[in-house]
């Protein structure tokens, strides 16, 4: 049966529509704030305000727990990811949903149970009070932003890790072992080159909604850290300057560019998708 263009375009038109009314619009409404003053004039203070003392110092710190969480993530990933990849396949299905099944919690009531059990009273210190240990004073500090993204992105990383892995033809790695290569060679010159696309589909998975959080940073990390982020939330929320929030907005769509562009030059094939 030959296709229909007539249909296939009223087919597509709820798609567009779609598109057209929470993707475009929101970002057409993010570019005119951001680049005009409250007076409707073009301008590009709000973009270059990130290079005020206070918006860069957010900026770096943001980036710098977000390529600190996407490292742990992809250091706890890949040898899991490993694991599930040498399984049999009746138990694949049941372990993946171990991994899924938090993702279907709301994002919030993860990020508050970790406030719960990181606060000065909160179970870990009750429990290490019970053993008669030391408290845990983690609490508003980088180390539990970087807790919180770990724990709510590692399933991002692991993914697209596995998705690779079990693509990989295991006659090429047996090929590799029969001409005398040893397991850590393997690794690093057959398994890891196949799996990159995975590796970076689960870095622009975990770094680009890290570097834009701020609701992880704002209960683990109290008011002593600010992030861009929060910088951002405020500006809309409390402050109610929403041209200065989209133009530090537009800053952080840079960054989220450039994670794609990265993502789409190594993954042509889409081959670390997700499952």
């Known amino acids: 049966m030959k296709p229909n263009k007539l249909t296939d375009r009223l087919l597509s038109a709820p798609y567009l529509l779609w598109e057209a009314i929470f993707i475009i619009v929101p970002l057409g409404m993010v570019f ?25 110092k957010a900026l ?14 992809f250091l706890l990933a890949y040898p899991l990811a490993m694991i599930l990849a040498h399984m049999n396949v009746s138990q694949h299905s ?9 993702m279907w919690m709301n994002f919030l009531l993860r990020t508050l149970a970790w406030q719960t059990l990181l606060e000065k009273n909160g179970v870990i210190n009750n429990i290490l009070e ?12 980088p180390a539990a932003i970087i807790l919180g993204m ?3 992105f590692l399933p991002f990383m692991v993914l697209p890790i596995y998705n690779s892995l079990v693509k990989v033809d295991p006659n090429v790695v047996n090929a590799a072992r029969d001409l005398g ?16 696309p995975g590796v970076i589909s689960g870095i622009t998975m975990v770094f680009v909604p890290a570097l834009t959080t701020f609701v992880i940073s704002k209960l683990l ?52 998708n997700m499952l």
Not at 32 to 56: K, P, Q, S, W
Not at 60 to 73: E, G, K, Q
Not at 130 to 137: D, K, R, T
């Open 32 to 56: 005119y704030y951001g680049l005009t003053d409250r007076f409707g004039a073009f301008t590009m203070e709000n973009v270059v305000a990130i290079m005020g003392a206070e918006h860069a």
């Open 181 to 196: 290569a040893n397991e850590i060679q393997t690794f690093f010159k057959i398994i890891f080159p196949l799996t990159i």
């Open 130 to 141: 019970f053993l008669h240990m030391p408290p845990l004073a983690i609490i508003n500090t």
């Open 221 to 272: 990390g109290g008011s002593k850290i600010l992030l861009i982020g929060n910088v951002i939330e405020e500006e809309f929320t409390q402050a109610g300057n929403w041209h200065l929030g989209s133009g530090l907005s537009i800053v952080l769509m840079v960054f989220i560019l450039f994670n794609m562009v990265i993502s789409a030059i190594f993954d042509k094939n889409g081959e670390g």
């Open 150 to 152: 770990v724990y709510n």
């Open 60 to 73: 770096w710190l943001s980036i710098a727990l977000s390529l600190a969480s996407t490292v742990v993530c």
């Open 94 to 102: 049941f372990i993946v949903l171990i991994f899924i099944l938090p």
